[in-house]
Every structure is written in C-alpha cells, then in structure tokens.
C-alpha cells in the first residue's frame, strides 16, 4: 500500500484515475462485505493492517464496534433529526436547538418563511452543513441543488459506516448559534466510554484554519494529539462545561462508545450531535500515545446484534 502511495503522489494522472476507480470500487465492496471495505479503507488511511480478531488501539476498536455491535440507537442518535426524541426521552430536551423545520425535499422548504440567520444541515451525513449569516446574500438555487446533491449521497457507503445507509435522508433547519462577538462558537466534544465522559476534544477557529485542543474533565492538556492542526494552547474554559459533562453522562449510558458534541451558547449547552464512528474511525489526528490510551478507555462489549430484526443489521 505504501509503494501505491508513493507512486500515487508523483503522478497525478494515475493518482486522478486511481481516485475515480476507487470512489466507484469502495461502495461496491461495502455491499458485498462491509468487512473486507473496512480492511481495505483502514490500510488505505493508515498504512497499517487492522486487527479485527485482538483490536487493540482506539481506531482499531471503533471499526470494531461499527461491525459487530449493532443498536438501533446508533442509527437513531446519528440522525440530526431523530436523535431530539431521544434526547427527549432521555430528559434533556432543554439543550435541543431551536428548529424551524424539517423537510423531506428542498421543494417543502418555505424559503421566504426562514429567518434573516439559520442553519440548514442534512439529517444522515457528515459535513452537510450550510451557515446563513445573511439570506439577502445567499443564492437560493445554489443552496438548494446543493442540498439536493448531498440528499442523493449514501454517507455508510463511505467508509462503510452502515448505520447511514438505515436513516431516512431528510433535511433540517436550525437557528444559527454565534457568539457574542459575532463568531462561529467553538465546538466542544466529550467522548464518553461506557457510559462516562473521559476527555473533550475542544475545536476553534472554526471561521479559519481550525485547531484541536485535547483536554482532560479538569480542563487540563492531554498531549495525544496530531497533525498541522493540534493546538498547543489551552482554549477558555466555557462556562457551561460541569452542564455539559453532566449531560453527556445521561446521554451516553447505553454505548461503550460516543462522542457527544456541544456548543456554549449565553452560558448553557447546546447539543451539535451525537457520533460515534469519528473520521469514519481512521483519525489521524491521534498520536501514538493516544491512539492507545483511547484504545485502553475502550473496553469492548461482546458482539451484539439487534434482536428486534430477523437479520444480521441493524
């Protein structure tokens, strides 16, 4: 894989074709065996083969819950939508943004209706995100054939992330979160093994090149983090953060692993969303030292599959 790459790199017309071959191949492979897509995703992203059998490090055991511990509730949290219910049900409906609506297609959505700032995201993808910070200068049909493109994508076919391809593709608009200063907020995720928040993963400058911060529940650096985008500096401690943890310990009870992402709005938290295969588990933003540190916090449960269906699924 190493010698492909490397050729990859010199050539970019092989490299070119090889990418096309392989968004066509990939998604292919995942219907046929999400397990041999995974290898080959995994050596591809890694350079390192994956241990399916004895998973040892946090990437490693993350692949593994994503095809052998299948919950109904992972489906059902990964959706932007459906996961308000179980925040709902959980009692926590208080850190839900507000939401103006919920679509089936762009041909439902009022346009005129929608406030001066909002935010439009699809419901079963990653990335799919459009900020309005001033509808009197967005293109309306740009946003639309946009949001129309990402709705036709199967996000599981990917990275073999299966629990994507179960949701229903809808689209939501939520109120737009700034801050006081007229900002993008800083997005701060708790990871949360078993049940119990270890670690925030603290991303700002958001608006520019943005940066990872790693820090532990005492709002102290863990240095595991990686790559051109790994701070150096301890970001502003929110004022809602004992809130946060507190709810992410609710919200996370029946995983052995999920990362529950919020934002600090006038002091009080606000649930992004709740994720739990990160960079399609193929981060490279970890080092060494936390890929196994993470990997140590996981402890895997025994292989699970959802009994309210007759098939091997979710």
């Not at 994956?50 to 946090?58: I, Q």
């Not at 949290?77 to 297609?105: A, F, H, P, Q, T």
């Not at 391809?165 to 809808?170: H, I, L």
């Amino acid at each position: 894989m190493l010698i492909i790459k490397n050729i990859l790199k010199k050539n970019s017309m092989i490299r070119n074709i090889f990418v096309t071959l392989e968004n066509k191949l990939v998604p292919v492979l995942v219907r046929i065996s999400p397990v041999l897509a995974t290898k080959y995703i995994y050596i591809r992203a890694t350079d390192k083969k994956l241990n399916l059998k004895s998973p040892k490090d946090f990437n490693e055991k993350l692949q593994w819950l994503k095809l052998y511990w299948k919950n109904s509730l992972v489906v059902k949290c990964s959706d932007k939508y459906e996961v308000r219910e179980y925040v709902k049900e959980c009692g926590c409906e208080e850190i839900l943004n507000i939401l103006y609506g919920v679509y089936n297609s762009t041909k439902e959505i009022e346009w005129e209706s929608l406030p001066h700032q909002f935010v439009l995201k699809t419901t079963n993808g990653c990335g799919t995100n459009i900020i309005c910070e001033d509808k009197n200068n967005l293109n309306q049909n740009k946003v639309f054939n946009k949001l129309k493109d990402w709705m036709k994508i199967d996000y599981g076919l990917r990275y073999a992330e299966i629990h994507y391809s179960k949701m229903t593709p809808r689209i939501i608009c939520e109120k737009y979160i700034e801050t006081k200063a007229g900002l993008l907020p800083n997005d701060y995720k708790i990871y949360c093994f078993n049940g119990q928040p270890k670690l925030i993963l603290v991303v700002t400058e958001r608006a520019k090149k943005m940066k990872l911060s790693f820090l532990d529940l005492k709002w102290k650096k863990m240095n595991i983090g990686y790559g051109e985008y790994n701070s150096n500096e301890i970001p502003k401690k929110p004022n809602s953060l004992d809130a946060m943890i507190e709810y992410s310990r609710k919200l996370s009870k029946p995983f052995p692993f999920v990362r529950i992402d919020f934002y600090d709005y006038n002091d009080r938290p606000i649930l992004g969303e709740m994720t739990f295969t990160p960079a399609g588990c193929v981060a490279g933003y970890y080092n060494e030292f936390g890929l196994n540190l993470l990997g140590e916090m996981l402890s895997l449960p025994k292989l699970h599959i959802n009994t309210t269906t007759n098939k091997d699924e979710f």
